[in-house]
């Protein structure tokens, strides 16, 4: 009986983790069905408790591979940009600048796997699906992002993406106006603004 119960366990394990291979392979696959794609989104913000805090707007731009721009208008404007190896995070309130290697930023800030072919960035996630909807966890214990959710059809078709951090705030970004015309790559180069400071991790 007890052989019986270790067999069953391991037969399990083994399913669990063939399900989860799957399920990163299938959502790599629908998000290479389309090559570029620009929308406006909606911004929603919750707290731990499911309160929305904060309501915004923005722009969304993406291309494979490795490609990918957010640039929120309101409340306040901010604009994150990755350009293939940086990841560039641009506050124009206070004039500074953040710049990470992707590969190291993608532990807490995985929108860049909507365009990576980097299977190393992809190890970093367990992923599970039920329809359309892909459900990305970290498997980091230190990154602060718990959950990371992605709603994409079976024709490649982004609709919403959301982030659940560590301390239960939630992030929803809805898409609109959704354009899969060619991209040109010049969208994605970031330009230090005259006078903004940089705060360049890379070199730490």
């Known amino acids: 009986m007890k052989k019986l119960l270790v067999l069953l366990g391991m037969a399990s394990v083994i399913f669990t983790n063939t399900a989860m291979a799957d399920a990163k392979t299938e959502l790599q696959q ?5 090559s570029s ?3 406006s989104f909606q911004q929603r913000v919750s707290d731990a408790d ?3 805090v904060q309501q915004g707007e923005g722009t969304l731009q993406i291309k494979h591979p490795n490609l990918f721009k957010m640039t929120i208008t309101a409340p306040q404007e901010s604009e994150m940009v990755a350009d293939g190896k940086t990841l560039w995070f641009y506050d124009p309130f206070v004039e500074q600048a953040t710049a990470n290697w992707v590969s190291e930023a993608v532990n807490n800030t995985p929108f860049v796997l909507l365009t990576s072919n980097d299977q190393s960035h992809w190890a970093k996630y ?18 602060n ?3 990371f959710t992605i709603r994409i ?24 106006n959704i354009n899969t015309a060619e ?3 010049s969208l994605f180069k970031f330009t230090l603004p005259k006078g903004a400071e ?5 070199k730490k």
């Open 30 to 34: 629908r998000l290479n069905h389309i």
């Open 37 to 39: 794609l620009s929308s």
């Open 50 to 52: 499911g309160k929305v």
């Open 126 to 143: 367990q992923v599970q699906q039920k329809d359309d909807v892909f459900t990305l966890s970290p498997r980091n214990a230190k990154s």
């Open 145 to 147: 992002i718990k959950q």
């Open 153 to 176: 059809n079976a024709d490649g078709l982004l609709s919403s993406f959301s982030t659940i951090e560590k301390d239960g705030q939630a992030n929803l970004y809805i898409l609109r």
């Open 183 to 185: 991209l040109p790559n």
């Open 198 to 202: 940089l705060d360049d991790q890379r």
